[in-house]
């Protein structure tokens, strides 16, 4: 924790810090209910809405407002992210549309990395992938080169040869059966690799990792 890190420092500088780990030295910033009571009835504002913490929070807090009497019952309104609170002459009024909101994962100078790209990394950190790589020629229907079975965080390859041939003798078989129905579309192949690639690691290891097929064509 960076308030560890800063109790580390001063401590290694030769300071005595008194923290609430060993004394009861705490403060609160949060303002307490009859502080916050004070302040309406001080200011005694036309309209309020609660704007800190959890929505439990601000419900109580927009309940303690009206029983203060400061603000008139129909003019404390508690809102959600993403609520348009309209002023205009007439007061104030929340707009029935509201605005998109809520977490937007930044990645380095990239931007939003999007929802999809963090499903692909969920897949990844918690599945793994397997790559299947496989050189076809679709004009005899035949396989040149593969299927040669690339993983990593599925299964520790060196231990797990036996595993990686049949997964490869699985994909083979598929090819073969496509090219004998006509198959010769490359991403048509690409789909038969995905599926039968997908189809043995699951029978097999009930795992589920991300499956990249790449069909190449001599």
């Given at each position: 924790m960076?308030v560890?890190?800063v109790?580390d420092?001063?401590v290694?500088l030769g300071?005595?810090v008194v923290?609430?780990?060993?004394?009861d030295v705490?403060?609160?910033?949060h303002?307490?209910?009859?502080?916050l009571?004070?302040?309406?009835?001080?200011?005694?504002p036309?309209?309020?809405?609660?704007v800190h913490g959890?929505y439990?929070h601000m419900?109580?807090?927009a309940?303690?407002?009206?029983t203060?009497?400061?603000?008139?019952e129909d003019?404390?309104v508690v809102?959600t992210?993403?609520d348009q609170v309209?002023l205009d002459?007439?007061?104030m009024?929340?707009?029935?549309?509201?605005?998109?909101?809520?977490?937007l994962?930044?990645?380095?100078?990239i931007?939003?990395v999007?929802?999809?790209v963090?499903r692909d990394?969920?897949?990844?950190?918690?599945e793994?992938?397997?790559?299947?790589?496989?050189?076809?020629?679709?004009?005899?229907?035949?396989?040149?080169?593969?299927?040669?079975?690339?993983t990593?965080g599925?299964?520790?390859?060196?231990?797990?040869e036996p595993?990686?041939?049949?997964?490869?003798?699985?994909?083979r078989q598929?090819v073969?059966e496509?090219f004998t129905t006509?198959a010769?579309?490359?991403?048509a192949?690409?789909r038969?690799?995905?599926r039968?690639?997908?189809r043995?690691v699951?029978?097999?290891?009930?795992?589920?990792p991300m499956?990249?097929?790449?069909?190449m064509?001599?």
């Amino acid at each position: 924790m960076n308030v560890s890190k800063v109790i580390d420092g001063l401590v290694r500088l030769g300071a005595e810090v008194v923290h609430s780990g060993i004394s009861d030295v705490h403060a609160s910033g949060h303002a307490k209910q009859e502080e916050l009571k004070t302040l309406l009835s001080i200011v005694r504002p036309d309209w309020f809405v609660p704007v800190h913490g959890e929505y439990r929070h601000m419900a109580a807090h927009a309940k303690l407002a009206r029983t203060v009497g400061a603000v008139a019952e129909d003019h404390v309104v508690v809102c959600t992210d993403g609520d348009q609170v309209v002023l205009d002459d007439a007061g104030m009024a929340v707009a029935r549309q509201a605005v998109p909101a809520g977490f937007l994962y930044v990645d380095g100078i990239i931007g939003d990395v999007g929802q999809g790209v963090l499903r692909d990394r969920r897949v990844l950190a918690e599945e793994g992938v397997v790559v299947v790589v496989v050189t076809v020629d679709v004009n005899t229907g035949g396989i040149l080169v593969g299927p040669e079975v690339i993983t990593r965080g599925w299964v520790y390859a060196p231990e797990a040869e036996p595993l990686l041939t049949e997964c490869a003798d699985a994909v083979r078989q598929a090819v073969k059966e496509a090219f004998t129905t006509g198959a010769t579309d490359i991403e048509a192949l690409q789909r038969v690799v995905r599926r039968a690639a997908g189809r043995f690691v699951n029978e097999s290891t009930r795992r589920r990792p991300m499956i990249v097929p790449v069909v190449m064509e001599a």
